[in-house]
């Protein structure tokens, strides 16, 4: 099946930094999203995003679908921005929708 | 808008009991609903895949006859945890597309199940 690598595993930021978390994909999707998930288990969708750019506020995304990889940016992070980031992908398989394939996650923690 | 509704968000009972977690979609009609699980510090995995008025799909390594999978309605899937035991203890969570292909997931806020 299709693989989904997430860098970095974890980040540590004081409160005001940007950071950028990169996905990496093994295969063709017709469906990215990006999610924050909050620490009561809640997935937060940041960004449906299968090619291109999109911003909202302080955070963009951008997918370059030709060469698998798509790239999440906060900047001025804040204490609410913790928590754990994940990138997740429906293979193109050509027929219907498909269950998505996530990434391990970037586990991010913003320091006051 | 694409609001998915997913009950109880917490069920604690004992071993050999069958649970049952409701998925709705509120606002939109869902060709497709997913049941993901989740073990604590890992990734979502995808269990199961299920179209209205059909049987489920379910992804390779999970027991079809213990998690049993309805999906009645548009708006509707149900998934039942049968004879639940502590290692059925995860948390699942739904999601729900409107479209076929290239259409986003919405998920619903999770279910946290423990057996004691």
């Known amino acids: 099946g299709i693989q989904v690598e997430q860098s970095p595993p974890d980040l540590i930021l004081q409160e005001g930094a940007n950071s950028t978390l990169r996905c990496n994909f093994s295969d063709s999707v017709n469906n990215l999203q990006w999610f924050h998930q909050n620490p009561w288990g809640q997935l937060i969708n940041l960004f449906y995003?299968?090619?291109g750019t999109k911003q909202n506020g302080r955070l963009s995304a951008t997918t370059v679908a030709t060469e698998r990889y798509s790239l999440l940016y906060i900047s001025s992070s804040q204490t609410t921005d913790s928590g754990v980031y994940f990138c997740?992908?429906?293979?193109?398989?050509?027929?219907?929708?498909?269950?998505?394939?996530f990434g391990k996650g970037t586990h991010l923690i913003i320091q006051p | 808008g694409a609001v998915v509704s997913q009950h109880p968000s917490r069920v604690i009972c004992k071993s050999g009991t069958s649970v049952k977690i409701e998925c709705r979609s509120l606002?939109?009609?869902?060709?497709?609903m997913f049941w993901y699980r989740q073990f604590p510090k890992q990734s979502l995995m995808l269990m199961a895949t299920s179209n209205e008025g059909s049987k489920a799909t379910y992804e390779q390594g999970v027991e079809k006859d213990k998690f049993l999978i309805n999906h009645a309605s548009l708006t509707l899937s149900t998934l039942t945890v049968t004879s639940a035991h502590p290692e059925d203890s995860s948390f699942y969570i739904c999601s729900a597309t409107r479209g076929t292909g290239a259409s986003p997931q919405h998920f619903g806020d999770g279910t946290r199940l423990s057996i004691l």
């Open positions: 995003i299968p090619s």
């Open positions: 606002d939109f009609q869902a060709t497709t």
């Open positions: 997740a992908v429906d293979y193109d398989s050509g027929g219907g929708a498909d269950g998505l394939t």
